[in-house]
C-alpha cells in the first residue's frame, strides 16, 4: 500500500482504522482537515507508535493477525515523502511475531518493544524488543 503525501508541516494525530485496513490522520490544529495515511494494508491492525525524529519519522504498527497463529506482522510506514508500508517481519522473524499487540519505541536506545499475548488460555504472554531496523529480537 502506498500514497504520496508532501512532507508533513501540520501536527497531526495518527489511528488506526479498521474500516480502511489502515491508517487515518486528523490535523491537531484544525479538527476538520483529515485524510487516509495507508489503506488496505490488513484488517487486524493493533497497536500504532510513532518516530518523530527529524529525517527518519515513521509510524510502527502492529498486526496480530490470527489468534493463535503465526502470523502476526510489525509495519513501519515512512511519515515524509513517498508514504511507503515496510513489512518488517522478515527481519524480526515470524517466530517472534505470533500475536503482537501493544507496541511502543525508546528511541534513545533505538528500541522497538512490543507485547505478544501468546495462548489467551494460558499465562504466556511475552514482551520482545529489538533494533529499529528489526535485528537483534530479545525476548523478556
Do not use: H
Request: hydrophobic residues 35%; contains cysteine.
Amino acid at each position: 500500500a502506498r500514497c504520496d503525501l508532501p512532507p508533513q508541516r501540520d501536527r497531526r494525530f495518527y489511528f488506526i482504522d479498521q474500516s480502511i485496513e489502515g491508517v487515518r490522520w486528523m490535523n491537531i490544529d484544525n479538527n476538520t482537515e483529515s485524510g487516509v495515511l495507508v489503506e488496505g494494508v490488513s484488517a487486524t491492525l493493533n497497536g500504532l507508535t510513532l518516530d518523530l525524529n527529524f529525517g527518519s519519522r515513521d509510524a510502527y504498527i502492529t498486526d496480530p493477525g490470527e489468534d493463535g497463529v503465526m502470523d502476526g506482522r510489525i509495519y513501519r510506514i515512512n511519515l515524509d515523502g513517498l508514504i511507503t508500508v515496510t513489512d518488517m517481519t522478515p527481519m524480526i522473524g515470524q517466530g517472534n511475531l505470533r500475536d503482537p499487540e501493544g507496541i511502543a519505541l525508546d528511541l534513545w536506545n533505538e528500541r522497538i518493544f512490543w507485547t505478544d499475548s501468546g495462548n489467551k488460555s494460558l499465562v504466556d504472554g511475552k514482551v520482545y524488543r529489538c533494533k529499529l531496523d528489526g535485528s537483534a529480537v530479545e525476548v523478556r
